[in-house]
């Protein structure tokens, strides 16, 4: 007698397909023959793609240990599309056993797998040989998407795509990747980025690979109007695929769009221009104050664009032995007075402020107040400087009245010596006199 069943087995491509054939009944214990054989049937899709039959891969084979087990499956690894089709596993022994085998394969794939942002891709879920008793479901990096054709492809769109087939078996996924060439970082035109007044902050612009050389280009516009602005004086940019720009020194004013552009390598030696937009915030705290020196002080934080801000938090910073560092939140206000400034409230002062994602950045501002360790320190030194000029006077003065006090022990000394400047003296005058004789008279010869 002979035994002839058939069933599907869904696989995605790249994987191994194990095609069963396995007698239940344990009555052909030791065959005399086992064959496998795969019938493809000719056919033409819509696409006018047409499959005919090819020869078996050597990447199949069954398993002899298998055999003791009654187990005759067949493994095909590294599973292609064209694997698909109908396979028939016999076996001959006591009786005869026919089990035929339907493999599906899936693959998922885009068309083009590679394209540079802005332009247009779709992902295409191919099932061969095909059917219509499954339903498919996309993911998107692990996350459940209906978009399958992508008109403006984006950075966001980059990632891994998964086919997900249901059938009445069970699931089976393929993964495919795409990679969208353009500028990485940032991934859109939504980036904000926050720095303080004086520091130094650095713009991104990280562009993959097929950047044509020199042709990055960074410019300034108004996040109001739109108009054309100037580059802060202390901007400079990268050269190569990283094109990041750095502001070495904020200054207030310096806020505003900032785009980056450059042209990609496209298709056909095509050009295709790509450019990032980003939103630069200065931030500063403002103080008022009331004219006597220690008096009422209110610091307000401030920032050229509060749009996206949901909270502020003051937080006071004093530091320790060996530079220990200590945060306290203070008040959740923009603005925070301090009634009475004292010796204990000068120091560092921080400004954080939040939004819906989270802490979007931070500004810091110092308290300087008369008699404070600070200003103390300044004081002693500059106590220390007047005693050593004092002290050096002090000491000049007594050398001299030391050298005037050993003169006028020795009076024959003092004497010579005065003797000794008055001849000089008188030599000098009288050489005067000679040459205002020699310039006033020419005709005299002078000897």
Known sequence: GSQCQEREVFVAQGSVAVLPCVDETSAISHPTAVYWSRITVWRRDKSGL???????????????????????????TETTIEDGGKY???????????????????????????????????????INPGTQFVSINWKQNGIFTSRTRLSDVSQRDAGHWTCRVAYKGGVVEATTSLQVKGIVTPQDDSSVVYAAVGSSVSLPCVFTDGLISYTVMWRRTSATSYSSLPLPASFSESAGPSASATIQKVEDGDEGMYTCSGMMKGLNRGRIKVQRRMELVVTRVSRSSSSSGNGPVTLTCHLSNSSQITSYEWLRVTYGPNDTQ?????????????????????????????????????????????????????????LGFLFLVIFLILFQMYRNYRRKKTILLYPAMETIVHQAATEREQRGRSGAKMAEACVGDPKPVCV
Request: proline share 3%.
């Open 50 to 76: 047409e499959f005919r039959p090819v020869r078996d891969s050597p990447r199949a084979n069954c398993p002899i240990s298998n055999f003791g087990k009654s187990d005759y499956s067949l493994h095909i």
């Open 326 to 382: 200590t945060v306290t939140s203070v008040q959740k206000t923009k603005s925070y007075r301090i009634q009475e400034v004292t010796e204990k409230d000068a120091g560092e002062w921080v400004c954080r402020f939040y939004g819906k994602q989270g802490v979007l950045g931070n500004v810091t501002y110092q308290i300087h107040v008369m008699g404070s360790s600070g200003n103390k320190t300044a004081m002693a030194m500059g």
């Open 88 to 126: 028939v596993c016999e076996v001959e022994g006591k009786t005869q056993m026919v089990k035929v085998i339907s493999l599906r394969v899936v693959r998922a794939s885009f068309s083009p797998a590679i394209v540079v942002e802005g332009l247009i891709t779709e992902a295409k879920c191919d």
